[in-house]
């Protein structure tokens, strides 16, 4: 398999997979035509993010002032306002579809993201190095931690678009931003970095995650209650 396969089925199973479990609880609660849309606009937004993302760490490549500028303050606010911007549109805003939409969007967009930062990373940056079992495995967790973190923002990216409350962009840019900060500032220069980037995607995630229910509007949330009773039968 070449390089350019693996990174693409990689990206695609951790994008399709966070995607699909998560929403596997509300199945039935969603339109399916605006979550496949919204994973489709992630997909193009993902591939122009990751190509941006690929290029900008090449360029301040061991400058940390320029690092943290750009990866974890700009990147994070560019990413934040393409979800802001997909999800208030008037199909959506208002509308708590908008969440689910952007829990796809963010990962689609996280799932083509890092196929390009993993292959300008591995293959492009250091094609004398031959990928090995460690660096696969790294591989595995920048994937599916880079898809949790975008999954994460998305959500709460959606939750604004429902609510019109600016604290959830707050929290989506947090999301992004502490993120790269861990992964591509920290891990690129220290290993704890990386090894830290799973947990704490999985922790951001659930942050946006648990806030589906709590704010989900009564009649859905009764619905679910309904659910719950007949699963129990």
Same mark, same amino acid.
């Given at each position: 398999?070449?390089?350019?396969?693996?990174?693409?089925?990689?990206?695609?199973?951790?994008?399709?997979?966070?995607?699909?479990?998560?929403?596997?609880?509300?199945?039935?609660?969603?339109?399916?035509?605006?979550?496949?849309?919204?994973?489709?606009?992630?997909? /193009?937004?993902?591939?122009?993010?990751?190509?941006?993302?690929?290029?900008?760490?090449?360029?301040?490549?061991?400058?940390?002032?320029?690092?943290?500028? /750009?990866?974890?303050?700009?990147?994070?606010?560019?990413?934040?306002?393409?979800?802001?911007?997909?999800?208030?549109?008037?199909?959506?805003?208002?509308?708590?579809?908008?969440?689910?939409?952007?829990?796809?969007?963010?990962?689609?967009?996280?799932?083509?993201?890092?196929?390009? /930062?993993?292959?300008?990373?591995?293959?492009?940056?250091?094609?004398?190095?031959?990928?090995?079992?460690?660096?696969?495995?790294?591989?595995?967790?920048?994937?599916?931690?880079?898809?949790?973190?975008?999954?994460?923002?998305?959500?709460?990216?959606?939750?604004?678009?429902?609510?019109?409350?600016?604290?959830?962009?707050?929290?989506?840019?947090?999301?992004?931003?502490?993120?790269?900060?861990?992964?591509?500032?920290?891990?690129?220069?220290?290993?704890?970095?990386?090894?830290?980037?799973?947990?704490?995607?999985?922790?951001?995630?659930?942050?946006?995650?648990?806030? /589906?229910?709590?704010?989900?509007?009564?009649?859905?949330?009764?619905?679910?209650?309904?659910?719950?009773?007949?699963?129990?039968?």
């Amino acid at each position: 398999m070449d390089a350019t396969t693996f990174v693409t089925i990689l990206g695609l199973l951790a994008g399709g997979g966070v995607v699909f479990l998560a929403l596997s609880r509300y199945d039935g609660m969603f339109d399916d035509r605006q979550v496949f849309l919204g994973f489709f606009i992630g997909m /193009i937004g993902g591939a122009f993010f990751g190509f941006l993302h690929s290029s900008m760490d090449y360029l301040v490549m061991g400058d940390v002032f320029s690092s943290i500028l /750009i990866l974890v303050l700009l990147f994070p606010v560019a990413r934040t306002m393409f979800k802001v911007v997909v999800l208030r549109r008037p199909s959506m805003e208002g509308r708590f579809d908008a969440v689910f939409s952007g829990l796809s969007l963010g990962g689609g967009e996280g799932a083509f993201s890092v196929v390009y /930062i993993l292959y300008f990373l591995y293959f492009i940056w250091h094609p004398e190095v031959s990928p090995g079992a460690y660096d696969y495995g790294i591989m595995a967790v920048i994937a599916l931690s880079y898809v949790l973190a975008s999954s994460g923002a998305g959500i709460s990216c959606g939750l604004y678009s429902y609510t019109g409350d600016r604290m959830w962009v707050f929290s989506a840019f947090f999301i992004h931003s502490s993120y790269a900060l861990v992964v591509w500032v920290i891990g690129m220069a220290n290993v704890l970095g990386l090894l830290a980037a799973l947990p704490l995607a999985l922790v951001l995630f659930m942050w946006s995650y648990r806030s /589906i229910e709590t704010m989900m509007p009564p009649e859905m949330e009764r619905a679910m209650r309904r659910r719950y009773r007949r699963e129990k039968r």
